[in-house]
């Protein structure tokens, strides 16, 4: 079965530091990676990456596909308070395969 | 515009009914997926519609199913409750073109509670 294996579950952090989130996947052929960020709502939209190699950036937030080691990575710098969530990635193939997860949290 | 709106919000039902969740769409997009979400499972994918079809489907008893109108809006339905399928049931649109659910953009979500 398809697998989208987040990493870590959860991380606790203070303003201004930089983290990197971490999302590996076991299918070999999908039509985009995606990234979600969710409050205490529903999953707002972030990224959508189809092509190796290529950083996509929003303001303090980017994030990179790595189609042969089979991860993404998404970079949070000078993080805030804000930040804090459940950061979610998903595997998009004949279906939307979402990871567990991780909480990042923000300490001021 | 308007975003993707679900109704109803919050629904408490007993085991062995059935329900129906309405969702609809972000003007212009032609696709709907629905996923149920709980503390054990994470975000589980329940199935799309495409156009009034069933375009993919995830790994989810018969009990499950929707349905799509020329509007665009859809409708979920689970018949005989069980007390698992307490969860929040969200909804999705996107453009849905090229065959891919591509970029997703989710509504607040329906929290059903099975007594």
């Known amino acids: 079965e398809d697998k989208v294996v987040q990493s870590p579950l959860s991380l606790v952090v203070h303003e201004g530091d930089t983290v990197t989130l971490n999302c590996s996947y076991e299918?070999?052929?999908?039509?985009?990676l995606l990234w979600y960020k969710q409050e205490k709502k529903a999953p707002t939209f972030l990224f959508m990456l189809?092509?190796?190699?290529i950083e996509k950036k929003s303001g303090r937030l980017s994030s990179i596909l790595d189609k042969k080691e089979l991860f993404s990575i998404l970079n949070i710098t000078a993080t805030q308070t804000g930040d804090s969530a459940v950061y979610l990635c998903?595997?998009?193939?004949?279906?939307?395969?979402f990871g567990a997860g991780t909480r990042l949290t923000v300490k001021p | 515009k308007a975003g993707v709106t679900q109704t109803p919000r919050y629904l408490i039902k007993t085991r062995g009914q059935q329900v129906t969740l309405s969702c609809s769409p972000i003007?212009?997009?032609?696709?709907v997926s629905w996923y149920q979400q709980t503390p054990g499972q994470g975000l589980q994918f329940l199935f799309e519609?495409?156009?009034?079809?069933?375009?993919n489907k995830g790994n989810f008893p018969g009990r499950f199913s929707g349905r799509q109108f020329s509007n665009s809006r859809s409708e979920m339905n689970v018949s005989t409750l069980e007390l698992g399928d307490s969860a929040l049931y969200l909804c999705?649109?996107?453009?849905?073109?090229?065959?891919?659910?591509?970029?997703?953009?989710f509504g607040p979500g329906t929290r059903l509670t099975v007594l």
């Open positions: 998903a595997i998009n193939n004949n279906d939307m395969r």
């Open positions: 003007s212009g997009h032609r696709s």
């Open positions: 299918v070999t052929n999908f039509r985009s």
């Open positions: 519609y495409f156009s009034e079809t069933q375009r």
């Open positions: 999705a649109s996107s453009f849905g073109l090229a065959g891919g659910m591509w970029e997703q953009f």
């Open positions: 189809t092509s190796s190699g």
